[in-house]
Nanobody
């Protein structure tokens, strides 16, 4: 499966963005999709994940209540709605796909397919 992330940009603190991750290829519904972010000089961090089994979503504590993942199987697209953005959310955001179980969803190594990343900058 190939992934294409988009939707990043420059936004003021408190603003919103919606990231999209479009998949091509087969078996989209069999993959869990995760979002990771990487700020300059920092390691890649897990942000959220949506399960392939039941559509349940999981979030890192730093984004819980502000970010929402959703999945549109007909469009093979996963969205990350980002609200109340903060300067510390500034990073390149990557989507990833894999046959991931819930205990491994925060592990970047559990995902076999990655998109190219989209830059989110939160600044006034």
């Amino acid at each position: 499966v190939q992934l294409q992330a988009s939707g990043g940009g420059l936004v003021q603190p408190g603003g919103s963005l919606r990231l999209s991750c479009v998949a091509s290829g087969s078996d989209f519904d069999y993959y869990a999709i995760g979002w990771f972010c990487q700020a300059p000089g920092k390691e890649r961090e897990w942000v959220s994940c949506i399960s392939s089994l039941d559509g349940r979503t999981y979030y890192a504590g730093s984004v819980k209540g502000r970010f929402t993942m959703s999945r549109d199987s007909a469009r093979k697209t996963v969205y990350l709605q980002m609200n109340n953005l903060k300067p510390e959310d500034t990073a390149v955001y990557f989507c990833a796909a894999g046959r991931v179980i819930s205990s491994s969803m925060q592990d970047a190594g559990a995902y076999g397919y990655w998109g190219q990343g989209t830059l989110v900058t939160v600044s006034s």
